[in-house]
């Protein structure tokens, strides 16, 4: 009889695995058996046995293995056993090379780099997707819409959209998610966790996006510039919900009044004045509000606080709309027209008072 297949195995992990794998093996036989075991034991933990006397089926779900280094591995998904620790962080990992691959988290090494953009990577896989990229290749295919995905699972998370299904579940209110990421940052509320830090003035966010939007505020960038009026905006969305000031365009509608809105976030607090939703309590008055927004407004009249100061006059205002309106007693700026009579005017209010002369 020709000698069984040699078992596969990586080469990293052999040497230290031929040792452990042989001496179970060894202590398995008896004595009888150990006279006749001719063979080195190098040569047993590399044969690959396919007679039922020494097949390597797992006794917990009926899986056939390789190898009995192949099975014992497998096991450890049954027992949760994991021990190849990592001395920096303590995670623990069931095999010792994706040990080895973690570490590099902790000592930035990134060893595989891209030959188009020079981009690197930890891990060969995580080079060899990057490569998709590249040239274009998005195998798997959304059968519903016929979207085209680099990795079956970014594939099993949009087949969540037509599914509806959200197995990720919030511990503290049972809230469901379709992808864990917006778990973990949903679970933040809960927390109170704030993990991403401004360096500037010490503000923490729950969203490193949130962050970055933030620093803007620092430095002061406002690129996205609208061709109506030349305003500026940090972010494009701002920029995308301000034309609509020009265009009028309002595709929020409240079902209960009619009243329409231009953007989405507005129209949900209009829907909390039905409801009759006042969540945010001032301590001090005990007076409610529906936004939080509203609330720190209104905190001002008893901390006395009026962050917002006039560059020209040194003046100071609870509220940045007031602020912007006393500046233009400075610049001359009257941007509210009457279009009877074309008059201009500081405020909005003036104008609608004006107004009730034509009419």
């Known amino acids: 009889m020709s000698d069984p297949e040699p078992c596969r195995i990586k080469q990293e992990e052999t040497e230290e695995l031929i040792d ?21 034991e190098t040569e047993t933990f590399l044969l690959k046995t396919t ?13 056939s293995l390789s190898c009995k280094y192949t099975l014992n591995l497998h096991m450890r998904i049954h027992t949760g056993e994991k021990p190849h620790r990592c001395d920096q962080c303590n995670k623990t990992f069931l095999r010792p090379s994706e040990l080895t691959k973690h570490l590099r988290v902790h000592t ?6 891209c030959s188009e953009c020079g981009k690197s990577f930890t891990q060969q896989s995580g080079l060899k ?25 970014e594939l099993k998370q949009h087949q969540r959209i037509h599914t509806g299904e959200k197995p ?30 401004c360096t500037h003035c010490g503000k923490s966010f729950r969203h490193s996006t949130s962050l970055n939007r933030h620093n803007l505020i620092h430095t002061g960038e406002k690129t996205h510039q609208c061709e109506q009026c030349s305003k500026t905006f940090l972010r494009p969305l701002d920029l995308k919900i301000h034309l609509r000031v020009h265009t009028k365009e309002k595709n929020y509608l409240c079902t209960l009044c009619g009243k329409s809105f231009t953007t989405q976030s507005t129209l949900r607090l209009h829907q909390k004045i039905h409801a009759g939703l006042r969540e945010f309590v001032c301590f001090d008055c005990k007076k409610t509000f529906i936004t939080l927004g509203d609330l720190k407004q209104h905190q001002r009249i008893h901390t006395g606080e009026r962050p ?11 509220y940045s709309g007031h602020l912007k309106a006393h500046e233009r007693t400075h610049t001359g700026e009257k941007p509210f027209t009457c279009t009877q009579c074309w008059k201009g005017f500081t405020r909005s209010t003036h104008l609608n008072k004006h107004m009730r002369i034509h009419s």
Do not use: W
């Not at 997707?129 to 195998?139: A, D, F, N």
């Open 108 to 113: 930035k090494e990134k060893p595989y780099s």
């Open 20 to 40: 452990v794998i042989v001496k179970e093996e060894s202590e398995e036989l008896s004595d009888d058996e150990e006279k006749h075991h001719v063979k080195s």
């Open 168 to 197: 990720y579940v919030c511990s503290h209110c049972n809230k469901t998610f379709s992808r864990i990421q917006p778990l973990k940052a949903h679970q933040m509320i809960h927390t109170g966790e704030k993990p991403y830090t």
């Open 51 to 63: 007679t039922a006397e020494n097949d390597f089926t797992c006794t917990q779900c009926g899986k």
């Open 308 to 318: 917002f100061v006039c560059s020209h006059c040194g003046k100071t205002f609870r």
């Open 129 to 153: 997707l990057h490569e998709k990229i590249h040239t274009g290749v998005k195998e798997f295919v959304c059968f519903a819409c016929k979207k085209t995905f680099i990795r079956a699972p």
